[in-house]
C-alpha cells in the first residue's frame, strides 16, 4: 500500500511569507506526528495528533507555528511570518494504534527554505 | 529535560560487527527505539526495546538496560548499503519520539 506522502517536496519562500506543508498519512493511522530537521541532527519533535484532535502540541516552538488535521486524516503544518531559522526539513509520521511496537512511518519530508 | 548522547561517527569494514551506544536522561521513558536514515531519504524503523534485554531481527539487534540509561544497536555481518546514520530515540508517554544527534556509519570495503 502507500506509504506517507508529503506536498511539497520542496518550498523556497521568502522571509515574513506563509507555508503550508501537507501531509497524508498511510491510511487508517489514527496518530499523526510532525517533526522537523535541520542538516546534521535528528528530528525535533513538533506536534502529535491522535484522531483530529492535537494530543501534544509540546514542541511546536511558538506561536507563529499551528497545525491541523480536521478530518483525522491529512494534516497540515503551517507556519506564519517565516524566519530563516525556519528552514530545515519538515518531516510527517504516522502510526497505527495497534502498532506494538510504535513503529513511526515517516514521509519523504518537506524541504523548506526561507530566504 | 531531555538529551540523548551516541556517537557521532562510527567506521568498519564489510563484513564485521558494530555496535552503536546510546544513554539518556529523560523525565519519562516509555521505550527505546533505533531509526536507519540514508543520506536525503525518510527515518525507516529498525528496532525497539520497552524492556530490559536483547531484541534480535535478523542482522540487526537491539538492547537496552533502563537501570543504566543505556542502550545499543548491534550490525552484524555488515553490507555496503547499512551505510547511513543511524538515530537512537526515546519514546515519550504520547508516543511521540525524543532523539538523538545521529551516528553516521561508514562501511568500507
Known amino acids: 500500500g502507500a506509504g506517507v506522502s508529503q506536498t511539497p517536496s520542496n518550498k523556497v519562500t521568502e522571509k515574513g511569507k506563509y507555508v503550508e506543508l501537507r501531509c497524508d498519512p498511510i491510511?487508517?493511522?489514527?496518530?499523526l506526528y510532525w517533526y522537523r530537521q535541520s542538516l546534521g541532527q535528528g528530528p525535533e519533535f513538533l506536534i502529535y495528533?491522535?484522531?483530529?484532535?492535537?494530543?501534544?502540541d509540546s514542541g511546536l516552538p511558538n506561536d507563529r507555528f499551528f497545525a491541523v488535521r480536521p478530518e483525522g486524516s491529512v494534516s497540515t503544518l503551517k507556519i506564519q511570518r517565516t524566519e530563516r531559522g525556519d528552514s530545515a526539513v519538515y518531516l510527517c509520521?504516522?502510526?497505527?494504534?495497534?502498532?506494538?511496537?510504535?513503529?513511526?512511518?515517516f514521509g519523504p519530508g518537506t524541504r523548506l527554505t526561507v530566504l | 529535560g531531555q538529551s540523548l548522547e551516541q556517537p557521532s561517527e562510527v567506521t568498519a569494514v564489510e563484513g564485521a560487527i558494530v555496535q552503536i551506544n546510546c544513554t539518556y536522561q529523560?523525565?519519562?521513558?516509555?521505550?527505546l527505539s533505533w531509526y536507519q536514515q540514508h543520506d536525503g531519504g525518510a527515518p525507516t524503523f529498525l528496532s525497539y526495546?520497552?524492556?530490559?534485554g536483547l531484541e534480535e531481527t535478523g542482522r540487526f539487534s537491539s538492547f537496552l538496560s533502563r537501570s543504566d540509561s543505556y542502550g545499543y544497536l548491534l550490525l552484524q555481518e555488515l553490507q555496503m548499503k547499512d551505510s547511513a546514520s543511524y538515530f537512537c530515540?526515546?519514546?515519550?508517554?504520547?508516543?511521540?519520539?525524543?532523539f538523538g544527534q545521529g551516528t553516521t556509519l561508514q562501511v568500507k570495503p
Open positions: 491510511s487508517g493511522h489514527t496518530a
Open positions: 529523560t523525565s519519562g521513558f516509555y521505550g
Open positions: 530515540a526515546v519514546r515519550g508517554n504520547t508516543g511521540k519520539l525524543i
Open positions: 495528533f491522535q484522531g483530529t484532535g492535537a494530543a501534544d
Open positions: 526495546n520497552a524492556l530490559d
Open positions: 509520521a504516522s502510526s497505527s494504534r495497534d502498532s506494538p511496537y510504535n513503529e513511526q512511518f
